[in-house]
């Protein structure tokens, strides 16, 4: 049939490609006071880097927002798009882009919990619905590549930070709720909290069970976050543990041709009505920190992730590719903190070393009974030191400079079996033994020209490594008569950044804009032309995000984004062409309203986001994937003990798909991945006490 599909951590995380036929806001601090470091949960504390274009969102934030999924609601944010790779199931397999990645997007905004990377070493990158939202104290976004300093490899787009709630200095409280809704959609959270002494612990949990819109897009979801904290004024200890089980359907894309539709014929359908994908994940944190001098503090943790992976897909009903893959991270990262005032300047450093050890291993079999043909064992290793300072070299100006040299080692084999079931006619990868040394830098200010104006802007260089499933798909596994091997080299991508910007802060009026320009050499890219994982010819980067709120009054808030997002391809065959899946306009506008002291309050956003171009069409031939226009409203309230809220997405019903996967060989060809029109959900809850 001509047509390629890509399952990019889509359906699998996996890594898989597939050949058939189907298409595959801070206002300006004081004079001298410098943005916090709350090492317990962050490095960088709510108030970001220094020089760059920054965002809270917080858990009342949260618990109003209209959209029921954490990906949803960053998708609020300016600077952000979203892929609904799947079927727009609670947020799982959601890829969140930021400063436009497109397909690539997951390795290029990294993700932390508490602080510590969460971004798994595949091409799934981070499963935003595996954290239980209500576990959510804030969640803290870097915009750009700054955040590559404290955190290393990954954070070219962005950092966004997930803290999560915890007992401290808190008394004893518990909250349960539950929720129904569209396709048989049905929530069940609870959490406890609370205090004794130095003694804290916050428990929260999730479970979800729904059919989802499509047919064979059903998701059962279980999540648990625990911390456990003994604080005092010497120090303190922590642990912190995250668990979740996922159930997915996968009932791949519609067909659209340039005769025939199935989103016009069969919206709900599935292309893939047995294929799945199960996840299982574990992540434990052990920390403790110590003041052993006034404003020095050290901190040591460390952590240890385990997820563990199965999938399967079919065709005409008996399964042809079976994948089955764990992945294993420790990581040990000390580091000290400084708050001081050097030449008579407040000012915060704060330097340490991260110590991350990786294990991929993923066997790929004709079903996950029979013996695999290839077994991939990858290792990796980054070791990395830092420092980053903040001064405030004036009352009204403060600057920031860091660094970070970082080794990176990688080990990869494959083990071959010509024997296997469908193992026939390819080849054995060659080993890969490869150490290098990457570094980043920034360096920003932020210049206060009065308390209503504030500019800002910072350079910075970051970088990323290659992921498992990348070096995997380095070459074509089938390639029959004339199989190539992967070898699993790809060059590590590396970025230069500039951004400058200002703020605003009028009585009830708040208003920042930021403009980036962002320059790429070997960026990591999934070619259609080749069916491999290559390093592009230089690409660029930039655009506008705008970000505006208005207290009206003190019951009626209205806030709102633009975004201007471009990203094209500077030299090569695609040379001024789209990078595909990016919008390059995006734009929000909500309002909050607390109608009646709280007991009845509503929230309502539009969501725009402009067309785009099909995964697979770097060549810009294909149809683009039109803009839409969603409306979504929340209407809630607390009495007493209790709280509850119906809210309706996407109000007007909007028939539309974000993703899209194009034929390299037939214009007009792609497959669709549909999203549900107009869906409604109901929430009933009580706290105690």
Known sequence: MGVQIRIVGVALGLGIIVQGAQAQDAPPSSAVELPTIDVGSTRLGNGGIVGTSTSVITAEEIAQSPRQTLTEILSEQAGFQIQHIGAGVNGARDVVDLRGFGASAPSNVLVLVNGRRFNDFDLQGFDYSSIPINAIERIEITRGNSGAVLYGDGAVGGVINIITKTGTNRPPSARVESAFGSFRYKEGRASASGSSGPLSVALSGIGITTDGYRENSKLHQKGLNGDIRWVTNEGSAYFNVVLDDQKLGLPGGRLVTPTSSQLDTDRTGAATPNDYANKQGQNYILGVTRTIAPGIEAI???????????????????????????????????????????????????????????????????????????????????????????????????????????????????????????????????????????????????????????????????????????????????????????????????????????????????????????????????????????????????????????????????????????????????AGNDIPLISKWTANAGVTWNIWDKWVVYDAIVRYAGPRRLDNDSANVQPLIEGHTTIDMRLGGEFKNAFWSVAVENLFNEMYFDYGIASTTTIGRYNAYPQPGRTVMARLGFNWP
């Open 300 to 574: 040591l943790d460390g952590s240890y992730r385990r997820k563990t992976q199965q999938a399967e897909l079919f065709f005409n009903g008996s399964p042809y590719n079976g994948v089955d893959a764990t992945l294993t991270t420790a990581s040990v990262t000390p580091r000290l903190k400084i708050d001081t005032d050097a030449l008579g300047r407040p000012a915060k450093f704060l330097t340490g070393f991260d110590y991350y050890n990786t294990k991929f291993s993923q066997s790929r079999a004709m079903d996950l009974q029979s013996s695999p043909y290839h077994v991939y064992d990858i290792t990796q290793t980054t070791a990395g030191f830092y420092a980053n300072g903040t001064v405030a070299v004036r009352p009204d100006t403060d600057i920031t400079a860091g660094a970070r040299y970082q080794r990176n080692t990688i080990s990869a084999r494959d083990t071959y079996d010509p024997n296997a079931p469908f193992g026939f006619g390819d080849a054995q990868g060659t080993p890969l033994d490869k150490s290098q040394w990457q570094y980043a830098a920034q360096g920003g200010i932020e210049h206060r020209f009065s308390p209503i104006l504030a500019v800002f802007g910072h350079i910075a260089h970051s970088f990323r490594v290659p992921n498992a499933d990348e070096r995997v798909g380095q070459a074509v596994a089938f390639n029959w008569p004339t199989p190539t091997p992967t070898n699993f080299d790809l060059r590590t991508q590396t970025s230069n950044e500039v951004e400058g910007g200002f703020r605003v802060k009028l009585g009830r009026f708040d208003w920042q804009t930021s403009v980036y320009d962002m320059r790429l050499h070997d960026e990591i890219f999934y070619s259609p032309a080749t069916g491999t994982n290559i390093n592009l010819d230089p690409t660029h980067h930039y655009g506008v995000e705008n970000i505006a709120s208005l207290r009206v009054t003190d019951t009626v808030r209205l806030k709102g984004t633009l975004t201007y997002t471009r990203a094209v391809f500077t030299e090569g065959m695609y």
